[in-house]
């Protein structure tokens, strides 16, 4: 559990790194938000939806703007440790190293729809 949450960490500290080297010349233009939006698709909306089956969940990541508003939450969920008030998502077991990198790196990005 330990080098889990070391694990996050130093994939944390990497993509800042990533980001700060990679702004000074060509401008990046990759997309991350649809990697994102597919990746909370497949993994989130069987709860976080409101039209699913999940009854007492406030928390809906249906639409773009819904999920853009709440990018500091999700990063929390999928990757900062866990506490009694930030428990892991999804529930059902964490997200491979590759998703979570992709919205580490949306997150880092500024964790807007367009970024
Ligand atoms: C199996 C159902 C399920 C799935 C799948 C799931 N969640 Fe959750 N999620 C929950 C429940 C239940 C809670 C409330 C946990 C608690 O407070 O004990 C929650 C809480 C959260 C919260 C805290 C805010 C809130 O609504 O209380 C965030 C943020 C969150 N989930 C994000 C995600 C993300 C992002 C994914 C996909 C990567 C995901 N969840 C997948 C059921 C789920």
């Known amino acids: 559990m330990i080098s889990l949450v070391f694990l996050f ?3 944390f500290t ?13 401008p990046n233009t990759t997309k991350y938000f649809p990697l994102v939006k597919t990746i ?3 993994n989130c909306l069987s709860c ?7 009854s007492g969940r406030p928390t809906a ?13 999700i990063k929390a969920s999928i990757s900062d440790p866990v ?5 892991r998502m999804p529930q059902t077991g ?10 580490l790196n949306w997150y880092n ?4 729809t367009s970024d």
Do not use: E, R
């Open 9 to 11: 960490f130093i994939v």
């Open 14 to 26: 990497f993509s800042k790194c990533k980001k700060t080297t990679s702004s000074d010349s060509t």
């Open 40 to 42: 909370i698709q497949n």
């Open 48 to 54: 976080h939806s409101t039209s699913g089956n999940w």
């Open 61 to 73: 990541f249906d639409m773009d703007s819904s999920i853009a508003k709440q990018y500091t939450s």
């Open 83 to 87: 506490t009694p008030m930030n428990k």
């Open 94 to 103: 964490a997200l491979s190293t590759n998703d979570i990198n992709t919205i």
């Open 109 to 112: 990005a500024g964790g807007k």
